[in-house]
């Protein structure tokens, strides 16, 4: 993973940036995919980005401004930054078996990006004000049963990410086909 940092370090032609904020964007980065999947971000999913990364600068102790702004340059730039992202992610499941989780998150981003704002409403991370609000009316809302949570772009997504970092094992496997068949 060495290798793909000191790529994205010279892409970014920024030394500053530290080996675990980098990880942290190589773990982020299915995310990015799996709401760019229909071909832009809206609101609720760039919160849900934002809200993540967040999360994820606070419990480890990372620079959150940097992180977050390392987030926004790959969402511009995703297709220039992929290869060596999914690279470095492939890596990090080899050392750690992450694939799992990687999925976990993916299914849980996507949820964001519904074809329904209430939906996207009642998942989405959008900012910290809402959460009282959101909570509120999670309380008295469903989910809309009759939008999907996966759309197939980002179905195809989560295949192509797993496939990548040699992570469709048999549950991932088996999630992705259960939803194959809702």
Same mark, same amino acid.
């Not at 949820?111 to 989405?124: A, G, M, P």
């Given at each position: 993973? @060495?290798?793909?940092? +000191?790529? %994205?370090?010279?892409?970014? =032609?920024? *030394? =500053? $940036?530290? %080996? ?6 190589? %773990?982020?980065? &299915? +995310? ?9 971000? /809206?609101?609720?999913?760039?919160? @849900? $980005? ?8 606070? #419990? ?26 999914? +690279?470095?992610?492939?890596?990090? #499941? =080899?050392?750690? /078996? $992450? ?13 964001? !990006?519904?074809?329904?704002? *209430? @939906? @996207?409403? $009642? ?10 609000? *959101? ?9 809309? &049963? /009759? ?5 197939? !772009? ?16 048999? *549950?991932? %496997?088996?999630?992705? =086909? ?5």
């Amino acid at each position: 993973m @060495n290798e793909q940092l +000191t790529a %994205y370090r010279e892409l970014r =032609q920024d *030394r =500053q $940036i530290p %080996y675990q904020l980098f990880e942290e964007l190589v %773990y982020l980065f &299915p +995310t990015i995919l799996v709401h760019e999947a229909n071909g832009r971000i /809206d609101a609720f999913e760039a919160g @849900n $980005i934002r809200h993540e990364a967040g999360t994820a600068a606070r #419990n480890h102790g990372l620079n959150e401004d940097l992180l977050k702004a390392e987030i926004n340059y790959i969402k511009d730039h995703v297709h220039e930054v992929k290869p060596m992202l999914l +690279t470095a992610l492939k890596h990090l #499941n =080899q050392e750690h /078996d $992450i694939a799992n989780d990687v999925l976990d998150q993916m299914l849980s981003s996507a949820r964001v !990006s519904s074809e329904s704002q *209430r @939906n @996207n409403l $009642i998942f989405s991370n959008y900012h910290n004000f809402f959460d009282i609000f *959101r909570s509120f009316i999670s309380y008295f809302l469903e989910p809309d &049963p /009759d939008k999907p949570f996966i759309r197939e !772009s980002e179905k195809e997504a989560m295949l192509e990410v797993l496939g990548e970092i040699e992570g469709l094992n048999d *549950r991932n %496997y088996q999630l992705l =086909q259960a939803l194959a068949e809702d």
